[in-house]
């Protein structure tokens, strides 16, 4: 019988065939969005790219033969990761694939607030000539990253060319080519009073969940502006409304909530220093191709050499 590989998305002729050069005649695959294209071949399914939760029940069975899962997301919070682990089965992630639009969501948000263009889109909207009070400038301001992965850093590598300090925030204090100070995220609440910018790009894991509440909110300074593009379970939500509603911080520009989509009833829809965008940071026209040429096809040939794919392989002990 084959090895078989599937595939759960709809990629162009040209990075279907990159993939399929590269498997000997043993192998063979099956792809597509649509399940009935693979559905019947889940459980003799070696390798997974583009897992969905319909495929657990088939996949993590006594009978199942997987030993690796392509995640075609960064983030990996919505994988059975627990039973994963159980099973010896390979998790690599989508990470690196968002940097260059995520990063420029990140800026496009920062300058937005910064420079009041969201609030004049909604006066053009009722050809209403005003300035907004607007007084301020992004340069040489300090933004605090939180989370120095690739997205962090390209946001930092942004921040530079605009003169700004960056203080990047993760697990470790090792230095970074472009941030100016590393803390690590035990001393986060350090850093909070001096930031005129937070951005969160953190995955979400057991110790992010519900990370900043209402004590970072009350540490950061009141025309400071909150950026969150990487989970909304990260955020207390309500605590980030009142900070916001009582003027705690100037604005913040969000592309993930705790609820998506996000309530018709929740009160940031209606609040004029916030930018909602619908989680689309990440999307870009280069995503599938990205995917495939930079992780999945360089993991996919040591795989075959009967070698672990390293590219972004998931620690189950850290949940990214």
């Given amino acids: 019988m084959k090895r078989k590989l599937v595939i759960g998305q709809e990629l162009s002729e040209e990075l279907y065939r990159e993939v399929a050069d590269l498997l000997p005649d043993e192998w063979e695959i099956f792809s597509g969005k649509d399940s009935d294209n693979w559905k019947d ?6 390798i997974i790219a583009g897992w969905n939760k319909n495929m657990e029940p088939f996949c993590l069975t006594g009978e199942s033969k997987l030993k690796w899962i392509q ?5 990996v919070d919505n994988f059975p990761l627990e039973r994963l682990a159980e099973k010896d089965i390979l998790l690599t992630s989508a990470n690196g694939v968002h940097a260059y639009p995520i990063s420029e969501t990140i800026f496009g948000l920062m300058l937005a607030l910064t420079r009041k263009i969201h609030s004049y889109v909604r006066n053009q909207i009722d050809k209403k000539w005003h300035h907004a009070h607007m007084n301020l400038e992004l340069h040489e301001k300090t933004v605090g990253i939180l989370g120095m992965g690739a997205i962090g850093k390209e946001t930092a590598k942004i921040s530079k060319a605009f003169g700004m300090k ?3 925030v993760r697990n470790s204090d090792k230095p970074d ?12 609440a350090d850093i909070l009073p001096e930031c005129d910018y937070i951005v969160v790009t953190l995955p979400l894991t057991k110790d992010t969940k519900a990370l900043f509440g209402r004590e970072q909110f ?5 025309t400071s502006f909150f950026i969150n593009i990487g ?9 980030m409304i009142k900070a916001l509603q009582e003027n705690q911080i100037a604005g913040a520009g969000l592309d993930v909530f705790e609820q998506e989509p996000l309530p018709e009833s929740s009160p940031l829809w209606e609040m004029e220093n916030v930018i909602i965008t619908p989680h689309t940071a990440g999307s870009n026209q280069f995503y599938d191709q990205r995917l495939i040429e930079d992780i999945f096809v360089p993991n996919l040939k040591k795989y075959l050499e009967q070698s672990n794919p390293d590219i972004n392989l998931v620690d189950y002990k850290k949940g990214y």
């Fill in 41 to 46: 071949q889940l459980q003799e399914a070696e």
């Fill in 71 to 75: 995640s075609w997301s960064a983030g």
């Fill in 166 to 168: 960056v203080i990047g």
């Fill in 177 to 188: 080519e472009y941030a100016d100070e590393i803390v690590k995220i035990e001393k986060l």
């Fill in 218 to 222: 009350q540490a950061m300074k009141d």
């Fill in 231 to 239: 989970r909304g379970e990260i955020v207390d939500e309500q605590a």
